[in-house]
């Protein structure tokens, strides 16, 4: 089976599925939300640079083709500083 691979909105890095944090605009309802549902998604590094570029530039927003909520941001971040205590702003 092939590996499933997929790209950093922010930095265009290409990595296996599992490397990256996953955000999705679930169909129909179009709430944007972390890891579970069908619908478009987008992926991310869990890395500090990535996630000040997605915020600062929108690029979470872009890609979604949708509103990414205030919450969902601080979510991640939360997540970076949990997994990453070294990787802190």
Excluded: D
């Amino acid at each position: 089976m092939k590996p499933n691979y997929r790209r950093c909105i922010s930095c265009r890095r290409v990595g296996f599925k599992e490397e990256f944090w996953r955000i999705v605009r679930v169909f129909p309802s179009g709430k944007v939300q972390l890891n579970e549902g069908m619908g478009r998604s987008a992926y991310i590094c869990p890395q500090v640079n990535c996630l000040q570029a997605a915020q600062k530039k929108n690029r979470l927003g872009r890609s979604l083709h949708a509103a990414v909520p205030e919450a969902l941001y601080q979510t991640l971040w939360q997540r970076l500083a949990q997994s990453n205590p070294q990787n802190q702003i």
